[in-house]
């Protein structure tokens, strides 16, 4: 049996999902995407050239699918409206949401994410979240019908991975649709966490586009899934302050 | 180029040493070694049977080395006494020096490791201590010529994880020889850290062999160790409060 | 000049806020208001036992006054009504704002509480929400004219601390009002470490309601709270890997 | 009764020991020593200028008792050395006894700590040993009559905190004599989380000599140590995933 990512009924060859802003060249996407083994990227229509469509070109080469994104948007109308524009341009009802609240740290805007998700899905989108590492955003995003939902492990591009690995672990608990950690890691350590945790796969960027190597790093990640993934299936030792304490750590006061 | 672990001069074909104790039966064992893709095991002298030498079996037929340790040693004497038993008796100058100083938390006593250590480098034999995560004695070890030093995370047996890696990345600066985190891994995210952390390798045993399933854990930790050791070398992004802050999250008051 | 809070204009003698839930019996509860130096204390509306109004007698003995809070509210609707209800039996236009988004975690939800916080303002009342860590929303209940923002560290009765600092740290750089840590604080150090962080207050309860001895821990609470608020105000030493060290800690990898 | 810090037979009238080293001025340094409240601040013979007296002038205008330190020394031999000399120029067979490792971390080094420690104790001198966070070399230190043990959180002057509390917890749980943290101290939180480990007593002196407001300073650590120490007797709340769950936040896998 193979143990494959499964969302809205389809299958992804793939845990890891990678977003595709910030590569310092088309030939360094190319490769960093190979290399993570990756079977869906990410797309802002706005960062999209039309005189240069070679992004697309890319991607296509690569025989990935596209999940293009509502990146820039700051409101539910906004996010609302680029979701149906990249439909009409990618032809995929997929959408990766976001509405961000905030300009310095991109944080989403929970109100208005609520508000989008609730209107796309009515319009027969198969709906992405992008959400805070908030347990209770997170059930209502799947009560609204989201397909999963994508907590942050920190802010995007902060490569602080995951700061608050309890909320995560409670997201896990809550929801039945697959829970993907998104924006925060920084390497391949938090990647694997990430799935030890429960996660369903993981989403980054900034971790592969803007490391020293790219594409070592993408295979680092690819790696690291894969390890988190089984680790997590493999029944691991309960943490004890030491091997002979007749009680685990979580008794310690701190 | 190969990116291979170098002992004493010699290319090891992976970067994890597994130790054997905790499995449940040697098929068992056999399974998550083959998983696991080691090409060094640890075996305690005093724990094998003479009646019933199949551990040494199951080595063999695997194709990997053997590093006898000095387990349940408490003075640097004891230590030296085994480790000259050792060598008779694996034909083997390698090994794992061991010289416990607490019963309940299994933790090295430094003072006495010191000693047998330089007993043992005078001796001919190929060192790879058991030692706290001190840089301090870590230096010393290396300075009296052992051939590795083999910090620990946390206590044998706790699945606590690197309880200090500030310690850990201390010593890979202070010391030129090969270092291997030794002792406290719990999971796989884990082992990815200390590799990130630079060490060169990674010793664990029980969180392979008292795992609900071992041999997925191994093929867990292989992943993990390969993930971590490529992350370290593709130069990962650094650490910000948020992507647009101006400074290292290192900044902030805690 | 005297260092006090300030909530709607009004000066607060103390920076610590005490619920009143959890205490074994009132004789217990009136000795630790006294120990914590608390000039406000929560009651829960609907635990109050119209009968045996003597929950009242203490706190008012004590004299410190009263903050009615919306505990066991799910709805935006039933939190407003319930406020409303508090005003008029208590005579006090403050309130702490609590609806509840699920009942293992007793977490808040954001978007009734976000609902809730702007009819409230509306009405009149000088509105102090109990809110999740998410500075976006911080900032939204601030924006509609809340008169302090009180974001967990941790569930309600966890004791777990603060589970994520850095956005304790974000909120407090966002907003203008005052900054309540409020649900997660377990011990002294936690309550240091708020202050530390910026808070301008501190609201905990079953730390000492059912701490052993209450009223030490109290006083204990009371310390801390002063301790954190004049180190934050004294200008810590960096954090740096060690003392001769160029760069502050943060550069470090993990 | 009074809870006070007993060493060598003797009661401190407090539990916070100040170094002190990085004073700005004598009337910086007198001021952090009043508002510290402490009893005990160490003096480094080394850095005693002959020709200047003052720092002793001030130490004897605030009544507070002097504890050599041997700062500066590599080995046992030279800190033996150092510890007579200060016995005889200072009056006091107590010595607080640092033997370092490396000059860029000013790491204790153990094996020579040992050493002197045991010679110092065979001298007739009141030993108060700088040490790693070690337990078995604090074990070590107890066995040979040291009167105190003085554990590291994290390097001299590095602000960095309590880096290993499981190495300190397990510490209190092993020796019978005061355990006092010293080094690592940055704020008021670190010195609370020290006491509520089961620390007696806590020696700092950057964290407060280097603040921007040495005194304000000064004085949140008197009332931090105060705070954590009746934390510590107070009996916390243990730490839960949240309110209502079952097990102890330590079940969790990370």
Redesign the interface.
């Known amino acids: 049996m193979v143990d494959q990512l499964q969302i809205a009924g389809e299958s992804l060859g793939s845990r890891l999902i990678l977003g595709t802003g910030g590569a310092a060249s088309h030939a360094a996407l190319e490769a960093a995407i190979r290399a993570s083994g990756t079977a869906l990227v990410t797309v802002a229509l706005r960062r999209l050239d039309p005189a240069a469509p070679s992004l697309l070109d890319v991607i296509e080469r690569c025989g990935v699918r596209v999940l293009p994104n509502t990146a820039g948007c700051y409101t539910a109308t906004e996010a609302v409206k680029l979701a149906h524009l990249a439909r009409e341009a990618f032809g995929t009802a997929w959408v990766k949401l976001e509405v961000i609240?905030?300009e310095?740290?991109?944080?989403?805007?929970?109100?208005e994410l609520?508000l989008a998700a609730e209107r796309l899905v009515d319009d027969g989108f198969v709906v992405l979240p992008y959400t805070?590492d908030?347990?209770?955003?997170a059930?209502?995003l799947a009560d609204v019908g989201c397909a999963a939902v994508m907590p942050l492990g920190?802010?995007?591009?902060?490569?602080?991975?995951i700061?608050?690995?309890?909320?995560i672990?409670?997201i896990r608990q809550?929801v039945t649709v697959p829970v993907i950690l998104d924006a925060g890691i920084?390497?391949?350590?938090?990647?694997?966490?990430a799935m030890?945790?429960g996660c369903d796969g993981v989403l980054l960027a900034?971790?592969v586009t803007?490391?020293?190597?790219?594409a070592?790093?993408a295979?680092?990640?690819?790696?690291?899934v894969?390890?988190?993934r089984?680790?997590y299936?493999?029944?691991?030792?309960?943490?004890?302050?030491?091997?002979?304490?007749s009680?685990?750590?979580?008794?310690?006061?701190?």
Chains 1, 2, 3, 4 share one sequence.
């Open positions: 609240g905030d310095d740290t991109l944080l989403p805007d929970g109100v609520a805070t908030d347990p209770v955003l059930q209502r920190a802010p995007i591009g902060s490569g602080m991975g700061r608050n690995p309890y909320n672990a409670l809550k920084g390497t391949a350590s938090d990647a694997a966490l030890e945790l900034s971790a803007r490391a020293e190597h790219p070592r790093m295979e680092a990640m690819r790696l690291a894969g390890a988190g089984l680790a299936t493999a029944g691991r030792i309960p943490r004890r302050l030491h091997a002979t304490a009680s685990p750590a979580g008794g310690m006061p701190w």
